[in-house]
């Protein structure tokens, strides 16, 4: 590899600062995408595919809550979709876990999938986040073979159409409890059966990048109907309604004797997260920074970044280039920000990788305080002839106003701080002129009389003689 020499072992940090190094002076990237080879459905069915849609949620579940919008019935609102969608291909079989709005365990649902013979279970869903600051689509699959591999295979189909219609992708993967299990009990309980089963969030309902995509029951028919098609490509279906044949359709390359490494949680921060000041203009309040990063085992997701040395911190943003589809990220990129007037800032930044994890930048201090030029200033509106005669009324009122305004008007009289100093350094100058003025009199008057003084010893002892 490149940081490893003969007879040497270069330690960590060192390996670290030598790769950015490495991938900025020769411009490639720390970690080339993941190859999506197509390849054939890992998973063998025997006879017609049995398909369980199961909507998340129902009954006292609510799931989330955003404004109008209420998680256990959206979920229903797609699967419907879905339902409906898959029933239009030959030779399949697809079930429902729920119809209407019940309470129905996790263990329930899976063991509903397991009495229809289920070849797969599928887990509609849509996300939230705490601080209300994550947004994009992700799919959840086992963390064991062969499952994580079909998983992995039907993922890259769910998550195609979306990144298409511009949803961000949040990845393909898995997450464990403190056994070391799945973390998600339908994917958990369906596993012991012997079924494979995903969780596909679809978007976050509570982020404004996302909201747009499932703010209307259009959206969430369109959601359900893009997932029946992922399907229908998994398992190769064909529909004599809808004029499509998937038949021999090529998935993307997985294994099926051991988990897909780019799926696996990952526990560990972004490994490299550096800044390195370019340029900054302090008048028009611009100033770039270049970001170098890098996380040795899952893509960059987001970034976000504070001006004021971590106190409040910018909604986060994709990081250039990130494809979770693909692994693939932007290593270095260049951050451009907007500085307020008379701040003097302090710019830390945030890398967030797969699952959630960052590490923070060094922190960069500004040399200087930006400043704005003042824009100037429009002449007051001068006062009609009949205003300026005008006296004032005798009441409350103007009694009321009018020291306020003589106030304003002294206020508006005073010289600025600025103007002050402008006048002292015009007092300093016209002080130091005379006296070098009077200096050069000074020494004129001395050299005349020194001049007379030579004059008249002359003349005397022109006399003596």
């Known amino acids: 590899m490149l940081y490893i020499q003969k007879g040497i072992r270069m330690t960590k940090p060192f390996r670290r600062a030598a790769l950015i190094l490495l991938s900025v002076l020769f411009g490639f990237s720390l970690f080339p ?207 004599s309604i809808l004029n499509v044949d998937y038949s021999g359709f090529q998935l993307a390359e997985a294994r099926e004797n051991a988990p897909m490494q780019g799926t696996l949680q990952d526990t560990t921060p972004p490994d490299v997260c550096m800044l390195e000041f370019v340029s900054a203009d302090y008048e028009q309040g611009t100033m770039s920074l270049t970001v170098s990063a890098a996380d040795y085992d899952t893509p960059l997701l987001y970034y976000d970044y504070s001006i004021d040395g971590g106190v409040t911190y910018s909604p986060r943003n994709i990081w250039p280039g990130s494809n979770a589809l693909d692994g693939s990220y932007e290593d270095t990129f260049t951050l451009s920000l907007l500085i307020p007037d008379r701040e003097k800032p302090t710019v830390i930044l945030r890398a967030y990788n797969l699952f959630g994890l960052y590490t923070l930048s060094n922190s960069y201090e500004s040399i200087g305080t930006f400043s704005y030029p003042k ?60 006296l070098l003025v009077s200096q050069i009199i000074a020494r004129r008057n001395r050299k005349r009389r020194r001049c007379q003084q030579r004059k008249v010893a002359g003349d005397s002892r022109s006399q003596h003689r």
């Not at 010289?415 to 300093?428: A, D, K, Q, R, Y």
Request: hydrophobic letters at 35%; proline letters at 5%.
């Open 33 to 239: 995408p993941l190859s999506a080879a197509a390849a054939d459905r890992l998973q063998e069915v025997s006879g017609r595919p049995v398909i369980v849609i199961d909507p998340g949620h129902g009954g006292k579940n609510q799931g989330t809550i955003e404004g109008s919008q209420e998680e256990k019935y959206m979920t229903m609102t797609t699967a419907l979709a879905m339902y409906e969608e898959l029933c239009k291909y030959d030779d399949v079989d697809v079930y429902l876990t729920r119809t209407g709005d019940m309470d129905l365990t996790l263990k329930e649902r899976a063991q509903f999938a397991e009495s229809v013979g289920a070849d797969f279970l599928f887990s509609i869903h849509y996300n939230a986040s705490e601080e209300h600051t994550l947004f994009g689509a992700e799919i959840w699959i086992p963390s064991t073979a062969p499952f994580n591999g079909y998983g992995y295979q039907f993922g890259h189909e769910f998550l195609r159409p979306l990144q298409e219609r511009g949803i961000f992708l949040r990845g393909i993967k898995t997450r464990l409890n403190d056994r070391g299990e799945d973390y998600y009990g339908i994917i958990r309980e369906s596993a012991a059966l012997e079924i494979p089963a995903v969780i596909l969030e679809h978007c976050h309902v509570d982020e404004s990048r996302d909201i747009p995509f499932c703010d209307s029951e259009e959206d969430l028919v369109q959601f359900g109907r893009e997932d029946a098609t992922a399907v229908a490509k998994y398992f190769g279906l064909k529909s």
């Open 375 to 434: 824009p100037a200033e429009s002449p007051e509106p001068k006062e009609s002839l009949s205003e300026s005669r005008e006296e004032p009324r005798e009441t409350e009122e103007s009694e009321d106003l009018l020291p306020a305004a003589s106030g304003t008007v002294k206020a508006e009289s005073q010289p600025s701080f600025l103007t002050f100093l402008e006048i002292c350094l015009v007092v300093v100058v016209i002080l130091f002129v005379l």
